[in-house]
């Protein structure tokens, strides 16, 4: 059996571009991607937390040390510049690979520049 686990979370990335008139996808900073293990043409899931907008799209490379977060095509319409997003990637495991899988997170500045990371999420108390 194969369970699909979140493997890399992009944490409150701030928009840098919205641009519709361009090839669908999201331009993400090529050492964002490289922190996080996330890969050009990797499905990514984006979560906008200034309007509650899910959507389904995939990466492209953007320049290294740039903060480039571009929400491009059609998607551009779910977000705009300065809006504050999550970007989740997950892949599938065998039930040995989840029992070992801890994810990259990489937590973000409004300036999309890193101020720490982990590979546990705390848990949640009432």
């Known amino acids: 059996m194969q369970t699909t686990l979140l493997k890399a979370k992009l944490h409150q ?11 669908g996808s999201c331009a993400i900073d090529g050492n964002l991607l490289d922190m996080a293990g996330m890969h050009e043409y990797e499905q990514i899931q984006i979560y906008n ?4 907008e899910r959507f389904t799209t995939y990466i492209i490379r953007g320049e290294p040390g740039s903060g480039i977060i571009s929400v491009n095509g059609a998607a551009a319409h779910l977000a705009e510049v300065g809006d504050r997003v999550i970007i989740c990637a997950y892949a599938h ?4 690979e989840r029992a070992q899988h801890k994810p990259a997170l990489i937590y973000l500045t409004e300036g999309n520049q890193v101020t720490h990371t982990s590979h546990a999420i705390p848990v949640q108390v009432a």
């Open 93 to 96: 495991f065998t039930e040995a």
């Open 13 to 23: 990335a701030r928009v840098t571009h919205a641009v519709l008139e361009y090839e």
């Open 49 to 52: 937390l200034e309007n509650g």
